[in-house]
């Protein structure tokens, strides 16, 4: 079959299935398979696609008509302008947390301010998943020559840092960060001198039925890198109440959240983390979505 009439037909048939990026999605797939971008389509549209390469494409179709991710099926996602290996042991890198490693360096040069006799800034990234935010942290400054970081990750999950590792590597960023397998900051192996903690962990109301969440969307990621314990707030409540315990507090603390939970979450930081000014920003569809809290002092 030729190029043109199979990128039409592809889309109507995920149009059919109920797809509702159909478009996007035949662009990514065919692209993938064929190694070229969309413009190729349109301007060949006469070229023929080898039989192997249809019958791959094709099996790609008969995947995202159960509604599987595109990211799944290619394994790999685009985040921050970098390519990120995915599988089913980790969340797909979703566009609203792009906003943490901006504000991550944007706040970092405040502390650095603060401690200024310190050579390093040490970050940790709790429920690193695909490793996503530290390497992209860490790519962005590297190629911005900024901070002089040591860079922690750790997740609960072996399988997710397993993943996490390869694309510390693919990205080339494997000598610069320490992964350690943790719930949340319980690990005796973790540094103690962290000055920095990011985390986007599981905040998905669990059991609760929430009519802004899309369910099937989302059967194909792991549930626990989605979902949590008490309406979602267990595994924020736990980090804020273990950081309260710890004798080196960080400087920074971001935390991505539900839409929701901004006053819930004011509340545990007003209760153990008193000393933490609160900040609550919005993503680019001006939904609650991070908090930052920094040490007043900073
Ligand atoms: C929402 S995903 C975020 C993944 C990645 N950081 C991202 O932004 O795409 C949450 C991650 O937290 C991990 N996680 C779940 N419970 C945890 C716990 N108690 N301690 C550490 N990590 C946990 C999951 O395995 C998952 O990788």
């Not at 302008?81 to 490693?101: A, D, Q, S, W, Y």
């Not at 005796?188 to 009519?211: E, M, Q, S, T």
């Not at 989605?226 to 950081?243: P, V």
């Not at 400087?251 to 545990?268: G, N, V």
Request: aromatic fraction near 10%.
């Amino acid at each position: 079959m030729n190029l043109g009439r199979l990128f039409t037909a592809s889309v109507k048939e995920l149009e059919l299935s109920g797809i509702l990026t159909a478009e996007i999605d035949v662009k990514l797939m065919l692209g993938d398979i064929l190694d070229k971008d969309s413009s190729f389509f349109f301007s060949h549209p006469e070229a023929l696609v080898s039989n192997p390469a249809y019958q791959r494409f094709r099996q790609m179709i008969r995947r995202r008509k159960t509604g599987e991710p595109v990211a799944y099926i290619l394994g790999w996602k685009e985040f921050y302008g970098m390519r990120f290996k995915v599988n089913k042991n980790v969340l797909i890198p979703r566009p609203e947390t792009e906003m943490m490693i901006d504000l991550a360096l944007d706040r970092i040069s405040n502390i650095e301010y603060g401690i200024r006799n310190k050579k390093q800034i040490s970050i940790l990234d709790i429920g690193t998943g695909s490793g996503c935010i530290i390497i992209s942290l860490l790519k962005n400054n590297i190629q911005y020559s900024k901070f002089n970081i040591l860079a922690f990750a750790s997740d609960i999950s072996e399988k997710a840092l397993k993943v996490a590792k390869i694309n510390a590597k693919s990205n080339e960023v494997d000598d610069l960060i320490k992964f350690y397998k943790s719930d949340l900051l319980s690990s005796d192996r973790l540094p103690k001198n962290i000055d920095v903690i990011l985390a986007n962990l599981p905040y998905g109301p669990r059991g609760v039925k929430n009519p802004r969440i899309n369910y099937h969307d989302l059967s194909f990621e792991p549930q626990n890198a989605l979902f949590a314990d008490k309406k979602g707030l267990d595994l924020i409540e736990k980090l804020i109440i273990q950081i309260s315990k710890r004798n080196y507090k960080p400087k920074l603390i971001l935390l991505e959240i539900f839409e929701d939970h901004p006053e819930p979450i004011k509340k545990l930081t007003e209760k153990y983390l008193p000393e933490y000014q609160f900040e609550l920003k919005q993503d680019y569809a001006n939904l609650n979505r991070l908090i930052i809290l920094s040490l007043s002092k900073i």
